[in-house]
């Protein structure tokens, strides 16, 4: 099983970003698939998630700013990010988690940093 994730970098405040993950070992259409970060000194949160059926969850700090998305049909799932905080500076991950229960993966990491 792999996750890939990819499109982090430096952008500014006020920036958009676009990360993506592609999921490769996993029958893609039976996984919720979420994207968590995590700041330097902090826990790893969830930031927006989204099941099979397309339904999405955001956290609150995120509302309205980013957006999650997903091709069923190209295994990837991709995070929109717009007006970017420096708060939002953080390693993004991607998880798979199996809808049915108990399997979870997890991607390497992409580092967002938002800076002037």
């Known amino acids: 099983v792999q996750l890939q994730a990819s499109g982090g970098g430096l952008v500014q405040p006020g920036g958009s970003l676009r990360l993506s993950c592609a999921a490769s070992?996993?029958?893609?259409?039976?996984?919720?698939m979420g994207w968590y970060r995590q700041a330097p000194g902090k826990q790893r949160d969830l930031v927006a998630r989204?099941?099979?059926?397309?339904?999405?969850i955001y956290a609150n700090s995120v509302m309205e700013r980013f957006t999650i998305s997903r091709d069923n049909a190209k295994d990837t799932v991709t995070l929109q990010m717009k007006s970017l905080k420096p708060d939002d500076t953080a390693v993004y991950y991607c998880?798979?988690?199996?809808?049915?229960?108990?399997?979870?993966?997890w991607g390497q990491g992409t580092l967002v940093t938002v800076s002037s």
């Open positions: 998880k798979a988690e199996r809808e049915s229960g108990g399997r979870r993966y």
């Open positions: 070992g996993i029958m893609f259409g039976f996984y919720s």
């Open positions: 989204i099941t099979s059926g397309g339904s999405a």
